[in-house]
């Protein structure tokens, strides 16, 4: 017996009476949530970019997770996972993760540009303002927010291709578009079809007149169906079926002099060992002259890898600041092909000891007549004429036009004949090399007969009267 004052403990129970704890049901992550929502069009790619996953081990391991664990339906489970596997058998696959792995270091690396840009500008901001103002004019007032990365890079992109540039309008795209297919279904043969475009070309302006002329000639060297098996295109083969019949319409002209080369040689022999694929050069009568841009070409193939592409980016520009500087260009044009992939980029000098290297378009290249629709697209063919626009009015625009150099050619002061000054060269057999005039053999140019005083680029070391 207990007093009333104390407290009675109630009855302990047994183990056997307890009653069980319930166990707290997890909910599904968000990611398998979505899979389990989307199992009509689920697969690992969808997976991948829905979740903007780029490692592939890693992504692969969670989509078989979320499969094997939550997907209740063995048959529907099977499908999925039979899809991958068959999936991941084709180069579909390694192109799609390769692609996700450049994704994931562009994305990287502007985010350590940015940073460091920032870092840059505020460290040079309190020090030299007024000249970062002046000469890089990317910088706003005082009282103003400092200028990030993309205020810079948008500023540049703006000066280089204004809003103003010519455009392809709807009823030129229309039968761009019509004679295309036409070609491709072979309602009509590649030369009328090319005969078409031509016709087309010849009613627009310059610069969409010759995006236009190099659509028809690709008709005429692209295969029908695209080559697979790229091991099997060599450089040289990608340069002249695929893109020399392009390029040499939208960055070259005879008219204006001015040549696409795929010449594999150094510019500057003396001063330097790097020779690229392509350059983009004046003509000077039986001569070239000042280049204007250089171009990289890779295969694009398994031996192609990320370090070679981005060395070939970096020679690029070295390149080119090396012409600005030696023959005072405003600007210099690049161009990177990688496979069926092509970029442009332009040079410029901003500052004394600042240039800027500006990616203004990237693109994927036709492979095929089958696909070549899919890159004339109207994005496209504006993207292009605002590259060659680009091109012509600041890096080639101090060129003189054809009719000047014909007027030039045409005015010549006093041509001497031959006959008057073939008693300076001398005669290897009895006598040593003597210029008995002071003539710059190098520098001068002999047509028809008649010595003509060089018209550009050089700088004639004699007056042609005194010779007379």
Same mark, same amino acid.
């Given at each position: ?34 899979? /389990? ?27 078989? @997770?979320?499969? @094997? ?127 078409? /475009? ?29 080559? /697979? ?203 040593? /090399? ?35």
């Amino acid at each position: 017996m207990t007093s009333a004052g104390e407290k009675r403990n109630p009855p302990r129970r047994s183990n056997s009476q307890k009653e069980p704890r319930k166990k707290r049901q997890r909910q599904p992550s968000s990611d398998a949530v979505w899979c /389990l929502e989307n199992l009509d069009t689920l697969s690992l790619e969808s997976f991948a970019l829905h979740f903007g996953l780029t490692q592939k081990l890693k992504t692969m391991t969670r989509y078989r @997770n979320i499969l @094997n664990k939550y997907i209740s339906d063995d048959h529907v489970r099977k499908n999925l996972l039979d899809d991958l596997k068959n999936w991941s058998d084709t180069i579909n696959f390694v192109a799609f993760w390769q692609e996700r792995a450049r994704t994931a270091t562009v994305a990287q690396s502007r985010a350590d540009c940015s940073s460091f840009v920032n870092n840059l500008i505020m460290e040079v901001t309190p020090k030299s303002q007024d000249n970062v103002d002046q000469n890089i004019n990317v910088m706003e007032q005082e009282n103003e927010d400092e200028a990030t990365l993309n205020d810079v890079c948008n500023q540049v992109l703006g000066e280089l291709i204004p809003e103003n540039t010519a455009k392809i309008n709807d009823s030129d795209f229309i039968k761009v578009t019509d004679t295309i297919n036409a070609v491709d279904s072979k309602s009509i043969s590649v030369r009328e079809g090319k005969r078409d /475009l031509l016709n087309l070309a010849a009613t627009m302006n310059d610069t969409m007149g010759n995006i236009i002329e190099g659509l028809a000639n690709l008709l005429t060297k692209l295969p029908r169906l695209p080559i /697979l098996d790229m091991s099997k295109i060599g450089e040289v083969e990608l340069q002249s079926t695929y893109f020399d019949v392009f390029l040499s319409e939208i960055i070259a002209d005879q008219d204006k002099q001015v040549a696409l080369r795929w010449a594999n040689k150094s510019v500057h022999q003396d001063l330097t060992d790097m020779r690229p694929d392509a350059i983009i050069s004046t003509l000077v009568q039986y001569d070239f002259g000042c280049p204007l841009g250089f171009g990289e070409a890779k295969v694009g193939n398994i031996s192609t890898t990320k370090q070679s592409v981005n060395l070939d980016i970096f020679r690029l520009g070295i390149t080119c600041k090396r012409a600005i500087e030696r023959h005072g260009l405003p600007a210099c044009l690049a161009f990177m092909i990688n496979g069926y992939e092509i970029s442009f980029f332009i040079v410029s000098k901003r500052h004394d000891c600042l240039y800027t290297m500006m990616e203004i378009a990237s693109l994927n290249f036709a492979s095929s007549l089958s696909n070549l629709h899919t890159f004339a697209t109207r994005k496209n063919l504006d993207l292009l004429a605002a590259v060659s626009n680009c091109f012509w009015s600041i890096c080639a625009q101090d060129l003189p036009n054809a009719a000047t150099i014909a007027t030039l050619q045409d005015n010549l002061n006093d041509p001497v004949p031959i006959s008057n000054i073939c008693h300076s060269w001398p005669n290897q057999a009895k006598e040593t /090399l003597v210029n008995r005039l002071d003539i710059d053999f190098y520098s001068l140019h002999i047509l028809s007969g008649i010595v003509e005083a060089p018209i550009i680029s050089y700088i004639p070391l004699f007056s042609i009267p005194h010779l007379c």
